[in-house]
């Protein structure tokens, strides 16, 4: 059986070479929070976690952004960095997208083949 997501903030914890880093993360779980996502930000406190999803776009956004492709078990398949206006590919494995600004990933240690885990807290988005 599978975990329910619900929109709302957390902690992403990412278990690589680096050890774990924790990062804050906003889950859009819901059509409306996976449509808006990061359009119309100048920037970004920690990462989005999109689920489920298998791809994204960045049309009419402003900043370049890394895009981590996510399977069922949270392990990370695939990192890009798209820069706005692009469309990426589906990932036919990937059920959740995580979205950062362009090159954090890279320091938090977060490369192909990391598993990542997120914990939720109380506090919804507004």
């Known amino acids: 059986m599978g975990r329910r997501w619900r929109d709302g903030r957390g902690t992403l914890v990412v278990h ?9 993360v906003e889950v859009a779980s819901s059509y409306r929070a996976r449509t808006k996502g990061l359009l119309g930000r100048d ?13 994204v776009h960045t049309f009419r956004m402003r900043i370049p952004i890394d895009v981590a492709y996510l399977d069922r078990k949270l392990n990370v398949i695939a990192v890009r960095t798209m820069r706005p206006g692009r469309l990426g590919l589906p ?3 990937a059920r959740h997208v995580l ?6 990933m890279a320091g938090w240690g977060l ?3 990391v598993r990542v885990t997120v ?8």
């Open 43 to 55: 920037s970004v406190d920690g990462a989005m976690l999109l689920t489920p999803a298998s791809g």
């Open 16 to 24: 690589g070479e680096l050890g774990e880093v924790s990062v804050p």
């Open 91 to 93: 990932r036919l494995r």
């Open 119 to 126: 914990v939720s807290s109380a506090a919804p988005l507004p």
């Open 111 to 113: 490369l192909v083949g």
């Open 99 to 104: 979205e950062a600004e362009a090159g954090a």
